[in-house]
């Protein structure tokens, strides 16, 4: 089995869940209603952890300990997709960006729940589970609002056609695309973004809500080599902040 391919998978996956976790955690207390401030706080909780486990699994393979991967690595040193550095901007925003990426995690999860490498597959049957409640919420909410208002609809295309291009960076490959294909360890990105169109179009045709031609989308990509928006840096400054005041400490 290709290790530097597989850490590569890791790296990508971690480092998507920390990032956008912090990032929903910005929503506590900010919330349009009490019931979506706790939702947020708590999907934000099960991607750190969810984060945290793929971190172990790299550091069974030899990487840093999680923490120390987590706290000390700066903006291009990460592998995540710029979709989930963006600030939060809206509860639009926010609800389509959580719809687009938890469909793809959820899907991802499930192809990795047959992995070749049994380490992975452990965690990724374990952590779809929780990623089905995060689908079911973010449907619910994109049927609920993208059939209501014509304010609530507009609101939605609107940041349905910013996020797209981001969304489609989730799909970016690494030169270690064909390793991991040929190991067994994941099926690679085009089959989770066929999977991924198949099931987003599916909630969109129960809405008001249009998803843009592919063909005119130009896909946000660089994330995955360490291109990232300048919003990343000074989320991990202030993630780190407590870390970085003592990194041998226990807590």
Same mark, same amino acid.
């Given at each position: 089995?290709?290790? $530097? ?21 910005? !929503? ?20 750190? %952890?969810?984060?945290?486990?793929? *971190?172990?699994? #790299? ?8 923490? /120390? ?5 700066? =903006?291009? @040193? ?8 963006? +600030?939060? %901007? ?10 687009? *990426? &938890? ?6 999860? @499930? ?5 070749? *490498?049994?380490?992975?597959? @452990? ?5 779809? %589970?929780?990623?089905? *409640? ?5 449907? /619910? !909410? ?15 295309? /609107?940041? #349905? ?17 064909? =390793? ?30 249009? #998803?843009?031609?592919?063909? $005119?989308? =130009? ?13 990343? @840096? +000074?989320?991990? &400054? ?14």
């Amino acid at each position: 089995m290709n290790t $530097t391919a597989l850490k590569d998978l890791l790296y990508r996956l971690a480092d998507d869940q920390l990032i956008l976790g912090h990032r929903n955690s910005e !929503w506590n207390g900010l919330g349009p209603i009490l019931e979506e401030d706790i939702a947020f706080s708590s999907m934000a909780q099960d991607k750190l %952890g969810h984060s945290l486990q793929l *971190y172990t699994l #790299l550091h069974n393979l030899g990487e840093a300990e999680p923490d /120390t991967v987590a706290f000390t690595r700066n =903006a291009p @040193q990460f592998h995540c997709t710029q979709l989930v550095e963006l +600030p939060i %901007g809206d509860y639009a925003f926010s609800l389509i960006r959580h719809f687009l *990426y &938890d469909h793809a995690e959820l899907l991802r999860f @499930q192809l990795l729940a047959t992995s070749s *490498y049994e380490p992975l597959a @452990q965690v990724a049957r374990k952590l779809k %589970g929780e990623l089905k *409640y995060h689908v079911l919420h973010a449907n /619910t !909410w994109v049927k609920q609002l993208g059939t209501s208002t014509e304010e609530a609809i507009e609101m939605l295309q /609107t940041a #349905l056609n910013e996020t797209l291009p981001y969304a489609l960076g989730l799909f970016e490959k690494t030169e270690h695309e064909e =390793a991991i294909i040929a190991d067994g360890i994941f099926p690679g990105e085009d089959e989770l973004k066929a999977q991924w169109l198949e099931s987003i179009s599916k909630v969109l045709a129960q809405t008001n809500l249009e #998803l843009p031609d592919l063909s $005119t989308v =130009a896909p946000v990509y660089g994330g995955r080599h360490g291109e990232h928006t300048e919003h990343l @840096q +000074p989320l991990l &400054d202030e993630m780190a902040e407590v870390f970085r005041l003592d990194p041998t400490a226990d807590w």
